[in-house]
């Protein structure tokens, strides 16, 4: 199946583009307070796409998916689904208030989970974590609260101590915040995560992130928003 890259546009002139191989997205243009657009993703990385978790052998992320552009009021998508048995359905949707969504489902009886990796492009950023737990590399969970990855008030990414997964806080939320100083631009992602890891990306100012969705469905959202 050839590959393809569908383009979703805004009335506020962000511009999202999803590849069809791994349901990845490529490119996420948002203004800052002066409307200036910037893309906001370091696309095209080795493992960018959606995984299902646990597929051994199948690599989701490196396949062709189908998919389907989609409109409605106020909003533009693409339906994406992966080949093979279980299928998983993807929906991107972007409004004209600046969200991305996207909607994951697989069948009940499929893999646990999966993930959606993606690279973000944060020089001079600041980051805030809601989270209750981490799992840094290599180590034991155990509490963020008080440890280097205690990200609760926003602190430089430099300061992200490698790699690092977070788990939700006991009332369940789990969200992340990034915020640009110099040109306001703001990035909030949530979602119904059971998981999101965060490393510093191989690429200087790069942040990869893995938010990760228990089966059989659930939902990201990256809310795209300038302070001034």
């Given at each position: 199946?050839?590959?393809?890259?569908?383009?979703?546009?805004?009335?506020?002139?962000?511009?999202?583009?999803?590849?069809?191989?791994?349901?990845a997205?490529?490119?996420?243009q948002?203004?800052?307070?002066?409307?200036?657009?910037?893309?906001?993703?370091?696309?095209?990385?080795?493992?960018?796409?959606?995984?299902?978790?646990?597929?051994?052998?199948?690599a989701?992320?490196?396949?062709?998916w189908?998919?389907?552009?989609?409109?409605?009021?106020?909003?533009?998508?693409?339906?994406?689904v992966?080949?093979?048995?279980?299928?998983?359905?993807?929906?991107?949707?972007?409004?004209?208030?600046?969200?991305?969504?996207?909607?994951?489902?697989?069948?009940?009886?499929?893999?646990?989970a999966?993930?959606?990796?993606?690279?973000?492009?944060?020089?001079?950023?600041?980051?805030?974590?809601?989270?209750?737990r981490?799992?840094?590399?290599g180590?034991?969970?155990?509490?963020?609260?008080?440890?280097?990855?205690?990200?609760?008030?926003?602190?430089?990414?430099?300061?992200?101590?490698?790699?690092?997964?977070?788990?939700?806080?006991?009332?369940?939320a789990?969200?992340l915040?990034?915020?640009?100083?110099?040109?306001?631009r703001?990035l909030?992602?949530?979602g119904?995560?059971?998981?999101?890891?965060?490393a510093?990306?191989a690429?200087?100012?790069?942040?990869?992130?893995?938010?990760?969705?228990?089966?059989?469905?659930?939902?990201?959202?990256?809310?795209?928003s300038?302070?001034?």
């Open positions: 199946m050839p590959l393809s890259i569908f383009t979703l546009s805004n009335r506020r002139g962000m511009a999202v583009k999803i590849s069809t191989q791994g349901a997205l490529l490119s996420l948002a203004p800052d307070r002066h409307g200036q657009l910037a893309d906001v993703l370091h696309g095209g990385q080795p493992d960018d796409g959606i995984h299902l978790l646990p597929a051994p052998g199948r989701l992320h490196r396949q062709a189908h998919a389907v552009p989609l409109l409605a009021d106020g909003s533009v998508g693409v339906r994406l992966s080949p093979g048995t279980p299928a998983v359905v993807a929906r991107y949707v972007l409004d004209d208030a600046g969200t991305l969504m996207l909607h994951c489902e697989v069948p009940a009886e499929a893999p646990a999966f993930c959606l990796v993606a690279t973000l492009r944060v020089p001079g950023h600041l980051l805030a974590v809601q989270a209750g981490v799992a840094p590399a180590a034991h969970e155990q509490e963020a609260v008080g440890t280097a990855w205690d990200f609760r008030q926003p602190r430089p990414v430099g300061e992200l101590a490698g790699a690092a997964r977070y788990l939700a806080a006991p009332d369940g789990l969200a915040r990034l915020q640009d100083p110099g040109g306001g703001l909030v992602l949530e119904t995560l059971a998981s999101l890891r965060l510093c990306g690429v200087a100012g790069a942040l990869q992130i893995e938010p990760v969705l228990a089966a059989p469905a659930g939902w990201i959202a990256f809310r795209c300038a302070q001034t």
